[in-house]
């Protein structure tokens, strides 16, 4: 049988405050479900396909959370900052109270893509060293980028703390400064490290793809959307 919950329990379950505000809100007539106004706090509604609005903003319910965040500089992945603002600032509130997390964190001057759930067996599975997703950066660097230090990346560099040489997937010239990194692994400041130990040092970095998933290009700076079934597939390991 399809599962239902009153519409209070919903918007609370959704993010929307405490169960006693979500109460007051449908009394106030500033919910609507399926298109309809509903005033009783009581109303049972089956959850799937369900659309309604808080407020006049429209929102589907949603078990899980799942969305990709187009990561500006100068925003910390973190809930409590030391710098400067969260990347949770510039989600919506319900999502913030449903304790989304961010899956592998991008440094404070890093932007690009970043993926957002509060489902942890998925947060997980993405971030897991087992699964290896690859993860693709755009890096410019200060010096040009010769054929010398390119194959030095594919074969390996040496990193201070690793017990042996981490090599990059792919790495392609895009530009005299710009190359293409492809990594499986997500440690702690890789790609900066990585350039360092060829001689060269990373100017500006920004992550393009996760999996098979690219930062789509109509995705601005700042912006959030939620992961389509098409997005997900992309991000399943192979
Ligand atoms: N590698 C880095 O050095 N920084 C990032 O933010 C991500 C990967």
Redesign the pocket.
Known sequence: MAKKLSIERIIHNQGFGARKLCRIMVWNNEITVNGQPCDDPNTEFELENLSYTVKGEAWQYREKSYLMLHKPSNYECSHKTQHHPTIYSLLPHPLVVRDVQCIG???ED?TGLILISDDGQFIHKMSSPKHKVPKV?EVTCKHAVDEAQIAHILKGVQLIDEDAPIAALECTRISENVIHMTLAE?KY?????MVAAISNR?EG?K?IQIGELKLPDDLAVGEWRWLSVDDMMKLAPK
Do not use: S
């Not at 400041?189 to 490290?193: A, C, P, T």
């Open positions: 964190r991008l440094d890093t950066y997500g400041h890789q790609v900066k490290r990373v970095l992550r």
